[in-house]
């Protein structure tokens, strides 16, 4: 049997690419995700199918993204799917809310790395997979994506807010996600609660729950605390202008939310990229 040369195409193809090409094209009963028509990847859980959907993080100055944050949609046969937080109160035991909680984040991975996303990608951890596993978080997640040739420095992992009232546990899950080699983003509901996680866990991203009073005040001194901890503050649940401002007269600039823009769908995402491509095609063409 003639093996396969280093320039045959299989050997140029990326092992994402190997994998998509693996995967069926219509739900199977013995596989746990599928691809549709337009190339998307689907997951399945119980009854019901899930598919990636990105919210994008912004510069509030010119609008311009910064990174993704995946999101679960769900449907069914019946066209009515669940709200994420019902689709993981299914899950009745840990064993099943590992898998799926690991389901989630791959399918994300997957969709947008092959939707040529150009940006970082943040993905959240279920609070209840805190508890569920008991050391290295992150290392069974880091195997999969460097078996489908994913940059890791590509991936920021969101903890849960839940996590905050136990600072022991918090250090340890942020701690072996570091080691794994993911960025870490944490979530701040109160300036006490912010300049604590950044004090003690001092996250790579620490986002501010806009809908929240905070005075200008308290926004400049975090925001000068972050800068000497080497912290990216970032606004989140963006609801109105009022809230940009406050924020970019603080210093910070990175946002998200209603106001910094909607879901995207990785459709959106390599039409999007498509045409950044083409029109820098044009412009190299008339220069």
């Known amino acids: 049997m003639a093996i396969a040369g280093a320039n045959a195409p299989e050997a140029r193809l990326s092992a994402l690419e190997r994998y998509l090409d693996t995967l069926p094209r219509q739900p199977l009963a013995d596989r746990q995700l599928w691809r549709d028509t337009r190339g998307q990847v689907q997951g399945q859980f119980f009854n019901c199918s899930l598919t990636s959907a990105f919210e994008p993080l912004v510069t509030l100055a010119g609008r311009e993204v910064v990174a993704h944050e995946g ?10 799917g669940l709200a994420a937080w019902k689709l ?38 279920h ?28 991936f920021v992992i969101q903890v849960p807010a839940s996590a905050n009232d136990d600072l022991p546990l918090l250090l340890h899950v942020v701690g072996n996600y570091r080691r794994n080699g993911f960025a870490v983003s944490l979530q701040a ?10 004090a003690h866990a001092v996250p790579d991203w620490l986002k501010l729950d806009m809908r929240r009073t905070w005075t200008d005040r308290q926004l400049a001194g ?58 820098r095609t044009l412009s190299e063409e008339v220069a």
Do not use: C, K, W
């Open 127 to 154: 609070n209840r997979l805190l508890a569920a596993v008991a050391d290295d978080h992150g290392s069974a997640f880091r195997r999969a994506l460097q078996s489908l040739g994913l940059p890791l420095e590509r």
């Open 71 to 80: 999101a679960i949609h769900t449907y069914a046969q019946d066209g009515v």
């Open 222 to 279: 975090l925001r000068a605390s972050a800068a000497s901890a080497g912290v990216t503050l970032i606004g989140r649940r963006l609801q109105d202008a009022l809230s940009v401002e406050r924020l970019q007269a603080a210093g910070i600039g990175l946002g998200q939310g209603v106001f910094a823009g909607g879901l995207v769908t990785p459709a959106d995402l390599r039409d999007r990229r498509t045409d950044r491509t083409d029109r």
């Open 189 to 198: 509901s109160d300036p006490a609660e912010a300049g604590a996680l950044m």
């Open 88 to 125: 993981f109160a299914m899950a009745a035991d840990d064993a099943t809310l590992v898998s799926l909680d690991r389901l989630s984040r791959l399918l994300h991975a997957i969709n947008y790395f092959a939707a040529d996303g150009a940006h970082r990608l943040v993905l959240n951890v």
